[in-house]
Structures are given as C-alpha cells and as structure tokens.
Nanobody, 111 residues
Framework: QVQLVESGGGLVQPGGSLRLSCAASRRIFSFIVMGWYRQAPGKERELVASITGGFSTRYADSVKGRFTISTDNANMVYLQMNSLKPEDTAVYYC??????WGQGTQVTVSS
C-alpha cells in the first residue's frame, strides 16, 4: 500500500507555469512506473506523462515540449508545466504502478 498526495495546482493565466508535486508515503523507486493523469469535465481520464525506472519518460502529444516529469528517486514525483493553455484545465492525478492514485489537484488555465 502507498498513499499519494498531490499539491501545486491552482489558477494560472495562459502562457504561465505551474509545478505539481506528488508525495508518496514511502519510497517510490520500487515502483516501475509513476505517472501523471488528468481529467477534464465531461472527458475521460488521460495519461499526461510517465516515468519508468526514474529516468525513462513518455508524454502525451498534447504536452510534449511543454511539460516535464521528474522524480527525486525517493518519494517525490513532479510535473513541471510551462506554456499552459486553457485546454490543460483539468484535475491532475498522480499514479503509482497503475494501481495507486492520489486525490487530485485542480489546474485551471484562464485569463
């Protein structure tokens, strides 16, 4: 079992930046894959970014070049989001090994 707690969401103007953090209750290095997902109103949850083994990353096409996922190889996972767009508005969730989920943090991109 592991608990995940996200933070760092908020309201930001288009073109702005946010950094999301996910704190795990224990070391996450033991998990093969850590990921950030998002769910916008009326839409399905989608994978935004994932990191495998602490270094191999994958991104959704919609965020490539703008978002960066990273870990401290201990118990933290981060999502740096730059050049934010209104369509990035969603609840963002941290996920460990496809099985454990945080409660989510709201990101709203609006002028």
């Amino acid at each position: 079992q592991v608990q995940l707690v996200e933070s760092g969401g908020g309201l930001v103007q288009p073109g702005g930046s946010l950094r999301l953090s996910c704190a795990a209750s224990r070391r996450i290095f033991s998990f093969i894959v850590m990921g950030w997902y998002r769910q916008a109103p009326g839409k399905e949850r989608e994978l935004v970014a994932s990191i495998t083994g602490g270094f191999s990353t994958r991104y959704a096409d919609s965020v490539k070049g703008r978002f960066t996922i990273s870990t401290d190889n201990a118990n933290m996972v981060y999502l740096q989001m730059n050049s934010l767009k209104p369509e990035d508005t969603a609840v963002y969730y941290c996920c460990a090994a496809g099985a454990y989920w945080g409660q989510g943090t709201q990101v709203t991109v609006s002028s």
